[in-house]
């Protein structure tokens, strides 16, 4: 009886941490990367808390069953996460490029008016 409440406080854990992802993905989206990252820090006490649950369960087969099911999701949700960050940054990463050497032209040409401009190399 005790390990059945204890795999519903785990599972009602496991969903939290679920809803979680899907929240982080949604502020992603929205560019909230600080209430984000808040977020995700908040959630590492969870999921120390099911680790050491999962220490002491004995989980029935179609408990694990259950159990694989949602971490599968969990994981689904982290790795979409994950790749929408990395192309985030691969978006900043191109346009800090792109405004890095317009300010490199723009600083070969910006003289006083008795000096002339020099050579810059825009291949950096």
Same mark, same amino acid.
């Given at each position: 009886m005790q390990?059945?409440?204890?795999?519903?406080?785990?599972m009602l854990?496991?969903t939290?941490?679920k809803n979680?992802s899907?929240?982080?993905?949604?502020?992603?989206?929205?560019?909230?990367?600080?209430?984000?990252?808040? !977020?995700?820090?908040?959630?590492?006490?969870?999921?120390?808390?099911?680790?050491? !649950?999962?220490?002491y369960?004995?989980?029935?087969?179609?408990?694990?069953?259950k159990l694989?099911?949602i971490?599968?999701?969990?994981?689904?949700?982290? !790795?979409?996460?994950?790749?929408k960050?990395e192309?985030?940054m691969?978006?900043?990463?191109?346009?800090?490029?792109k405004?890095?050497?317009?300010?490199?032209?723009?600083?070969?040409?910006?003289?006083?008016?008795?000096?002339?401009?020099?050579?810059?190399n825009?291949?950096?």
């Amino acid at each position: 009886m005790q390990d059945e409440q204890q795999f519903e406080q785990l599972m009602l854990q496991y969903t939290q941490l679920k809803n979680g992802s899907e929240d982080i993905s949604r502020m992603i989206d929205n560019e909230d990367f600080d209430n984000a990252i808040t !977020m995700i820090k908040s959630r590492e006490q969870v999921f120390l808390s099911c680790k050491c !649950m999962l220490k002491y369960l004995e989980l029935t087969p179609v408990e694990q069953k259950k159990l694989d099911s949602i971490l599968d999701e969990i994981r689904t949700l982290e !790795m979409q996460n994950i790749k929408k960050l990395e192309k985030g940054m691969e978006n900043i990463k191109k346009e800090l490029k792109k405004t890095q050497k317009s300010q490199k032209i723009q600083q070969a040409y910006d003289f006083p008016d008795n000096q002339k401009g020099s050579i810059i190399n825009i291949q950096e």
